[in-house]
């Protein structure tokens, strides 16, 4: 069932699907996330700045991460910083 707001088409709450991270894993200087839609997004930490923390970080410290409550990005307690998951999404932040 659709619903109308003001003539614009809106659809019911349970008709969308947030997407949240699934995983987090590391390949040579990249920052590998898997997404709960199947997507995979692959960065290279030495080519973005605002991931110098991650990049400098010890490989036993790199693993020690956990996915927030909201699925919505994952955290590193140990080193006191994380990553959000959304801004990832739009392509024009990662330039």
């Known amino acids: 069932m659709n619903y109308t707001t003001y003539g614009t088409i809106t659809f ?3 008709a969308v699907k947030l997407v949240t ?13 898997r997404l709960s839609d199947g997507r995979i997004l692959q960065l290279e930490m030495s080519q973005h700045p605002w991931l110098r923390w991650l990049l400098d ?3 036993e410290q790199r693993q020690q991460w956990e996915i927030v409550p909201s699925g919505g990005g994952a955290w590193w307690p140990e080193l006191d910083d994380g ?13």
């Open 12 to 14: 019911p709450a349970d």
């Open 21 to 33: 991270l699934s995983s987090v894993a590391f390949a040579d200087d990249a920052l590998v996330l």
């Open 57 to 59: 970080a010890t490989s």
């Open 83 to 95: 990553v959000e998951l959304q801004p990832l999404l739009d392509v024009k932040s990662l330039t």
